[in-house]
């Protein structure tokens, strides 16, 4: 059972403490590995735009989206934020390679996520060879996701950029064909860096085109899925 003090600043509402239960049949790496070595895990609950753990803070905790959205970002010397990652149920985030999180945490919209103890898992991969190779699994993803967001950034137009993004949102949210995003136009605009308003008027020449359609604030449907890999080429 974890005893260790959580931070006040940041944690509002303890939920429970149980054993790891499925989040996602496809997606539950924690369950994965909890069938293993029987981790417990303790779940918060975080309101919007609450912080769940900052920059350069020690990394006691490996954290997993239960319900809601999580936006992990850098705040640069002159003021602007760059996010590196949209964390979305199931998804496992804060697993550091040193001592502190390289970058902080906070939830997009009412989000509730569970924890186990870094040192727990580091313990069970020590003597698991299944549950060092999960964790392996998801170092790689991570590292993968990286590269990619470092091409994006790097060699991509404003509307490729905003075609990449919607098409993994397609891969990641999408039921029945519509995507309903829990973030805003300006955190879209911060992973891809980009303004608000190029993202907005990628977004309108997109619609113009036919190519997807507005059903809400925040809700996206895909009209023409291979026009919109064509512009990601």
């Not at 990394?59 to 970002?73: I, K, M, P």
Request: hydrophobic letters at 40%.
């Amino acid at each position: 059972m974890l005893t260790q003090t959580f931070n006040t600043r940041a944690i509002k509402t303890q939920i429970n403490g149980s054993k790891i239960a499925p989040v996602h049949p496809v997606s539950d790496q924690f369950g994965e590995i909890a069938g293993h070595v029987g981790l417990i895990a303790t779940e918060f609950s975080y309101r919007k735009d609450e912080e769940i753990y900052g920059e350069d803070e020690p990394a006691e905790y490996v954290y997993q989206v239960v319900s809601g959205a999580v936006r992990s970002y850098k705040l640069l010397s002159d003021g602007r934020r760059q996010i590196g990652s949209f964390h979305l149920p199931g998804d496992v985030f804060g697993l550091e390679s040193g001592p502190a999180h390289r970058l902080a945490a906070e939830a997009i919209i009412d989000t509730t996520v569970r924890l186990v103890k870094r040192s727990s898992l580091e313990k069970a991969a020590g003597t698991d060879v299944l549950v060092a190779r999960k964790l392996w699994t998801m170092t790689a993803g991570e590292l993968r996701h990286a590269e990619d967001h470092m091409l994006l950034l790097g060699r991509k137009t404003a509307m490729e950029r905003v075609a990449t993004f919607l098409l993994e949102m397609d891969r990641r949210l999408a039921v029945a064909s519509m995507m309903a995003l829990p973030m805003c136009r300006r955190d879209i605009g911060d992973y891809l860096g980009l303004t608000l308003e190029t993202v907005s008027r990628a977004l309108s020449q997109l619609h113009a085109q036919g190519i997807l359609g507005f059903s809400g604030a925040r809700q996206i449907v895909l009209r023409n899925r291979q026009r919109l890999h064509s512009l990601d080429a």
